[in-house]
């Protein structure tokens, strides 16, 4: 019977003022002992999904990101196609999770919203080859990498426009698997209106790729994570504007934006 499931989604959330965590099946969540990282055992008890307030299904260690990782999206930003992965540092306070509020601020123009893939190191290393590279996956979730673009342009670096408090919406569920099928679809839609649609497969640098890279300059630690970048149709997000990045098999991150 359970040989027969699909592959196990993970997450936290918050039932009647408690913290727990689970395991999503269709539409209830079973709560489990453990954490992602650790061995897991299921309670017999479950929740509603819709009854349940979702948390980041962990804290990274670190948040890697990468730059310009679909060809339409760095033509839309004006960029050249990158020779190699463009990679920077997101701060890890800038996370919350699905249903939080993302705060947008009214002094820094634009905010644009950009859904991406985020991959789960669960084995640490360096120096690793791109073969070896999925055997240091634990799973994949979700991450909304919000943007201040016009500091972004203005700053001539990043660090700013990428980390404000709120800017990383990240879940909510992390689907244990070491690679994600090339052909599923990552779509972004702000307020049901489709903004962005792509299949995996049209990243620049693979997943397996941006792993062995990282790992050439820095140890790649369990609980890391890399946001694998956006494809193109970035736009701007308002007070009151509901944003919802859906990866096939992950589920669906769901952020309202709020002053
Ligand atoms: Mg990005």
């Given amino acids: 019977m359970l040989k027969n499931q699909s592959p196990v989604r993970y997450c936290r959330f918050m039932v009647d003022g408690r913290a727990y965590s689970g395991q999503i099946r269709d539409k209830s ?3 489990v002992e453990g954490g992602p990282f650790t061995k897991t055992s299921l309670m ?16 990274p260690k670190q948040l890697w990101c990468i730059g310009y990782n679909y060809k339409e999206h760095a033509e839309e930003l004006k960029s050249e196609i990158p020779k190699e992965p463009v990679v920077f540092i997101k701060a890890t306070s800038s996370i919350i999770g699905s249903d939080d509020f993302i705060r947008i601020p009214d002094w820094a123009g634009a905010i644009h919203y950009e859904g991406e893939l985020a991959v789960v190191i669960g084995k640490s290393g360096r120096n690793i080859s ?14 909304n ?8 342009v203005a700053d001539g670096q990043w660090a700013r426009s990428k980390s404000f408090d709120t800017f990383a919406p990240f879940g909510p569920a ?4 070491k690679e994600m099928p090339e052909d599923s679809v990552i779509e972004t839609r702000v307020n049901g209106k489709v903004k962005q649609r792509a299949t995996l497969s049209q990243m620049i640098f693979p997943v397996k790729t941006l792993i062995s890279y990282i790992s050439r300059f820095a140890t790649l630690e369990q609980g890391d994570v890399i946001a694998t970048g956006t494809p193109s149709g970035i736009g701007p997000i308002k007070v009151g504007d509901i944003v919802e990045v859906e990866i096939d098999g992950i589920g669906k991150l769901k952020n309202v934006c709020a002053e």
């Fill in 130 to 143: 791109e073969e070896d590279a999925l055997d240091h996956v634990l799973g994949y979730t979700i991450m």
């Fill in 29 to 31: 969540i079973d709560i």
């Fill in 145 to 152: 990498d919000v943007t201040a673009r016009e500091l972004q």
């Fill in 44 to 59: 017999r008890l479950s929740y509603q999904m819709n009854r349940v307030k979702f948390l980041p299904p962990f804290m």
């Fill in 174 to 177: 992390i689907l244990f698997k």
